[in-house]
């Protein structure tokens, strides 16, 4: 272990960061609007220009003692952790160096609308939104009434049987007919 690291509160161990697809449509800015939306997320664009999302979730192997954040499995640490140069790290650099950091799914909807204008994306908003709502909906099937048998030619068609009346309505029936 580095001098360095040793004074560091191993910021590296507390979280991931990697590379994302820079967006450049509403529905792009909305996907990464989404991981926003999530605890411990945040999203910046490096000095570089590449986008990256940073995930704020401590190794398993990460423990915090009197000296700083440890590793409890150093000899067993992950390649990506033997190749970390401590010259380059957060500690060693004071900080980060970003063009814009999104922490907030109001800060990324602020900038989209400033990249792709206040008109465009207001117009995408509300296409990508009604497109959305319809994709989730249900559709409705009609349902199919079982055909008829048809009688063969010459014959009538067969009718359906009146159900048999009893009591009262056998009674009201017989009355019609005497009236008549």
Same mark, same amino acid.
């Given at each position: ?128 939104? @009604?497109? &959305?709502?319809?994709? *989730?909906?249900? %559709? #409705?099937?009609?349902? !199919?009434?079982?055909? $008829? ?11 359906? @049987?009146? &159900?048999?009346?009893? *009591?009262?309505? %056998? #009674?009201?029936?017989? !009355?019609?007919?005497? $009236?008549?």
């Amino acid at each position: 272990m580095s001098n360095l690291c040793k004074k560091c509160d191993a910021r590296c161990c507390r979280y991931f960061c990697f590379e994302i697809d820079k967006p450049e449509t509403y529905e792009e800015f909305e996907n990464i609007r989404w991981y926003l939306l999530h605890e411990h997320i945040s999203v910046h664009i490096d000095g570089e220009g590449d986008w990256c999302i940073m995930i704020e979730n401590p190794c398993l192997n990460f423990i915090r003692s009197g000296k700083g954040g440890r590793c409890a499995d150093y000899d067993n640490r992950p390649l990506i952790c033997r190749k970390y140069a401590a010259g380059s790290c957060d500690f060693a650099k004071g900080g980060y160096d970003f063009e814009e950091l999104f922490n907030t799914a109001a800060e990324l909807e602020a900038y989209a609308c400033r990249m792709l204008g206040d008109y465009f994306f207001e117009q995408a908003r509300t296409k990508a939104r @009604k497109k &959305a709502e319809e994709m *989730g909906r249900p %559709k #409705l099937e009609k349902k !199919k009434l079982p055909k $008829r048998k048809s009688a063969p030619k010459g014959k009538a068609a067969p009718k359906d @049987k009146p &159900a048999k009346k009893t *009591g009262k309505a %056998k #009674l009201d029936q017989q !009355k019609k007919r005497n $009236r008549s």
